[in-house]
Every structure is written in C-alpha cells, then in structure tokens.
C-alpha cells in the first residue's frame, strides 16, 4: 500500500464539514471520492468541496480499487450495514458514533474487519485530543486521589424538523446522539466497564427519549451520572472527583486549538493550560497509523463494543425501570 490513504465519503452528510480540512492538509491521506444516491448530487458536492471524484451510488464508491479507507456519517441504523460492505469490499473504515446499534452488529463488524484484515474504528474524535490525554494522565498519577465520581452533560436544542435524529427505528434519540459521549468519557476516565447502570428518559411525539439521566456504577464504588437532551439549552461539560481533588473539564467533548482545565485541592484552583489541535485531525491521523504503522486504533473494536453494550442496557433500564447489570 502507497504511503498515502486515498478516502471516500460515504454520502453528503453534514459531519463531512468537520473531516474534509484534516484529510485535505495532511501528508498521509488524500480525499478522493465523495457518494450521493444520485449522480447529480453527487457532481454538486465534489465541485463544491474540491473532490476529484464522484459517485451516484455508496456501491460505486465501494468498487473503486484505488479507495483505500471509507468514512462512514450515514444514519445510526446504517453504520453497521454499510461498514460491513465497505470492508467485505477491501476498505479500511473509520465510522461515526454509534459505532452500531447493538451488540451483535459490533460483533458482526468485528468478525468481517477479522476475515478481511481491514482497520474499523469509531469517530469519536474527543478521545485523540490532548486535552482528553492530559485528563486520563491527570487521573493516572493519582493527582486527585481515589477517584470517587464523574458527572457529565451534553444538551442541546434541536429544532429541524424531520431531522434523523428524531426517528426511533434509525437509532435515534439523544442518547445515542450526545449521551454517548459523557457515557464514553466516564468509561475511558476510570478505565474499565461499569458493573451496573439505571436510566431515566422522558420521550417525545415520536417515541425517542427527548432527554435521559443515568447513573454508571463501577468497581470501587466509583459512581458516574450523565445526562443527555434535544430539549435543554446547550449544556457540556464533565466534572471529575477523587479523594483528594476535582478536576473540571469546560469543553469535554469538543475541544479547541487551546483549552483550559481547571484542577481543584481544598482551596487551591489551578488552571492547566493544553495545546489542542484540529479536532478531528486526530482521528484522521490515527487511521493512518493503524493502517500505515500497524498500531492499534485508540479506539478499538472492543471499547466501541462497550460503548454499545452500556447505552443498550440504558435503554432496557429506562424501559424495564429497573437497574441492569453488565
């Protein structure tokens, strides 16, 4: 394989925005090609953006032999289907979050990125931030003493009707969409699964839950709580607390170029200052290392697995009213 990845886009979604400049500056991947349901959206959208290729159809793409790695922003209910047959189709994919929607869809995903030799992982770009680094290292060396409790929010309003977002039967609602990410920063925090979760929801007209609260119990008493909201104004932030100290993370999920975290010991703030990058380059650049270098992704097929496997159990949880086990 050529030093340099060449990508497709699978589809015109809007996420797109947010990958095109790092595949476009970086040394290693070149965007080539962009997929649309039809032709003539398709030519639109290559022209707009500066991509040399286009297709009328995601199988299209998927045939040419000179794509090497697929980006997968299709609806929840199609990531599992269409990373499958990119990879059945030699490709490499990096899929946004949800990975999947269940359990035997990541398994499924596994078993095909197994037998074909390609590289999936999950985009959830917050994660190869040095912000997020710096977190894990902060709680690492003990700087907070035992940890004892992570809170975590993601809200917002969403108003576009007919959004995909707001349809139950392709993996809508706002855990999906936003609550994974407090759910997944808790987890990458403390370093293993949960034991047990309980969940709230409130559902809207369509049935989707407009807003969920949960709690994540892990060993050690280590308590997590998150909520997630289409119907609460913008709201994001994660709050660590240890033995010994708190650590506040203002902008968790979508850092910047510069950020600021703030660490406190009994009267004491202090402000620690992180050099960021582009958000998404990391994400970008990590597929090129586990394609390119070998490595292992940062975010393996296992952790998106039990990403998955917690919100799913939310979701029983907030049915059932019942607490549920892991």
């Known amino acids: 394989m050529s030093k340099v990845l060449n990508w497709g886009l699978l589809s015109t979604a809007r996420i797109n925005r947010a990958l095109i400049p790092p595949l476009q500056v970086s040394r290693r991947n070149k965007l080539l090609a962009v997929a649309s349901r039809s032709q003539a959206a398709a030519d639109a959208y290559a022209k707009e953006k500066k991509i040399p290729r286009a297709y009328g159809s995601y ?20 990531h599992a289907e269409w990373t499958i047959k990119a990879v059945q189709a030699g490709k490499h994919v990096l899929c946004e979050k949800p990975l999947a929607l269940s359990v035997e869809e990541v398994d499924a995903i596994r078993e095909a990125a197994r037998k074909h030799g390609r590289v999936v992982a999950e985009a959830f ?6 912000q997020t680094l710096k977190v894990q290292e902060i709680v690492q060396n003990g700087s907070l003493g035992t940890l004892k ?12 009707e007919g959004d995909v977002r707001l349809r139950p039967e392709w993996g809508g609602g706002s855990i999906w969409d936003v609550g994974c990410y407090p759910i997944s920063y808790a987890r990458t925090v403390v370093g ?22 949960g709690q994540m ?22 709050e660590i607390v240890g033995s010994e100290g708190t650590l506040n993370i203002p902008h968790p999920f979508k850092p910047g170029i510069a950020e600021k975290i703030y660490l406190t010991r009994g009267e004491r703030i202090e402000t620690i200052t992180i050099k960021g990058i582009e958000l998404y380059s990391g994400e970008v650049e990590d597929m090129a290392d586990a ?19 917690a919100i799913a159990a939310f979701l029983e949880s907030a049915r059932t009213g019942k607490p549920v086990r892991l």
Do not use: C, K
Request: aromatic letters at 12%.
């Open 59 to 78: 199988e299209a793409l998927l045939a040419d032999p000179e794509i090497d790695v697929i980006y997968n922003p299709l609806p929840n209910h199609l």
């Open 217 to 238: 119990r892990f060993r050690n008493d280590v308590i997590a709580q998150f909520d997630s909201s289409f119907v609460i104004p913008f709201h994001a932030f994660m």
């Open 192 to 213: 293993e699964e949960p034991l047990e979760v309980f969940g709230w929801q409130v559902t809207g007209p369509t049935g989707i839950d407009e807003t969920f609260a």
């Open 291 to 309: 394609i390119l270098l070998g490595r292992t992704p940062r975010i393996p097929l296992e952790d998106s697995r039990a990403n998955v496997a």
């Open 149 to 160: 409790l992570i809170r975590g929010s993601f809200t917002f309003i969403l108003t576009r």
């Open 125 to 130: 770009m917050y994660r190869h931030h040095p």
